[in-house]
């Protein structure tokens, strides 16, 4: 399995970019990228396949995410490709993009579902989603 390399830069597409920067601007989140880890398990929650191509806007080094997060994160994209039918990730960039184009579509849709609310409505939409499931 193909693992993120620490110094390679996190991205979000320019589309979402101000979405990103007024949630963690308005405390809702602490990071923008903490923004597009989200937008990456909603999209795969969603069935929501990746951007075509996106236009980049740098975050932070991968070297900055969760250690603990970055295991499931690469695990699950890779899963998620062979679901998507994608062909099998050689290289670290190539997970990165797949991993960034993913999270850039989950946020788009999160922007959507979320253009009218109040900022404690996003808040308590994203305990919901961050919740375990029910069994």
């Not at 975050?59 to 099998?88: K, N, Q, S």
């Not at 959507?112 to 939409?125: C, F, G, L, N, V």
């Amino acid at each position: 399995m193909i693992r993120l390399n620490d110094m390679d830069s996190t991205y979000i597409d320019e589309a979402v970019a101000g979405f990103a920067k007024r949630m963690a601007d308005d405390g809702i989140l602490a990071r923008q990228v903490d923004l597009l880890l989200l937008g990456f398990a909603y999209a795969i929650q969603n069935d929501i396949a990746p951007t075509a191509k996106i236009k980049r806007h740098d975050l932070v080094r991968v070297g900055a995410l969760d250690p603990d997060t970055r295991p499931a994160v690469e695990a699950t994209a890779h899963w998620y490709a062979r679901t998507l039918g994608d062909a099998e990730m050689t290289e670290p960039k190539q997970l990165l993009e797949f991993i960034w184009r993913v999270g850039s579509a989950g946020v788009a849709a999160l922007q959507k579902e979320w253009k009218d609310r109040a900022k404690s409505q996003i808040e308590m939409q994203i305990l919901r989603l961050t919740q375990p499931a029910k069994t």
